[in-house]
């Protein structure tokens, strides 16, 4: 069975440029997460998807950065202007409703913002 | 304050010795506890879950909870180099999923 599947892995942009981070979850989970992870750092959440729905978004900085989860499966996060304290990276994560504990991670977006 | 609160080591061993990590926190809403293990430029990868107060045992590693004292534990016996990786607590209420900021281990061969 494939995992949480991200892309790209590796990122280096200029600040002010845009990126955007795609994610695809294991096959049957309804919950997607994205979470940020600085370095020295555990991960913390952005934001949480059940199916399409945004349903804790909270955390997300929503003056630079989106996410969508079009028809319940693959997701995307973008952050548009990029700044240097974006410099992180960025996992996606998926689960199913009812085992909301045990989570899978993918590898995760690394992202340099110069 | 942090809510979980993890000393961030780094910790090194010698192969073989038994590793003993552990994280404190603050939120009494915490219900379930998970250890994770994160290899470098990898994702972290689910290790342990317990839901109550005790001891959870799989193969050369343990779990241990003690609500009482908001403090959990992990413990590594026979450790490997292979067990070298960064081990990160987390803690879940209803609401969200919160996280330590990792132990880095080496185990040395």
């Known amino acids: 069975e494939a995992g949480v599947v991200q892309s790209p892995r590796y990122k280096i942009i200029e600040k002010k440029q845009p990126v955007a981070f795609w994610c695809n979850p294991i096959s049957g989970h309804n919950t997607l997460y994205w979470y940020l992870q600085n370095l020295g750092q555990g991960p913390e959440l952005l934001i949480r998807y059940e199916n399409e729905e945004a349903v804790d978004d909270s955390q997300l900085p929503k003056d630079r950065f989106s996410a969508e989860r079009l028809k319940g499966v693959d997701s995307t996060l973008k952050i548009q202007p990029a700044e240097l304290g974006d410099s992180a990276v960025y996992l996606c994560a998926s689960s199913l409703r009812e085992t909301g504990n045990t989570i899978y991670f993918g590898e995760g977006s690394w992202l340099t913002v110069v | 304050q942090k809510e979980v609160e993890q000393d961030p080591g780094p910790l090194s061993v010698p192969e073989g010795a038994i590793v003993s990590l552990n994280c404190t926190y603050s939120n009494s809403a915490f219900q379930y506890f998970m250890w994770y293990r994160q290899y470098s430029r990898k994702g972290p990868e689910l290790l342990m879950y317990t839901y109550s107060s005790g001891n959870k045992e799989d193969g050369r590693f343990t779990a241990q909870v003690d609500k009482s004292s908001k403090y959990i534990s992990l413990f590594i016996r026979d450790s490997q180099p292979s067990d070298s990786a960064t081990y990160l607590c987390?803690?879940?209420?209803?609401?969200?999923?919160?996280f330590g900021a990792g132990t880095t281990v080496t185990v040395r061969a």
């Open positions: 987390a803690m879940r209420d209803d609401y969200k999923l919160s």
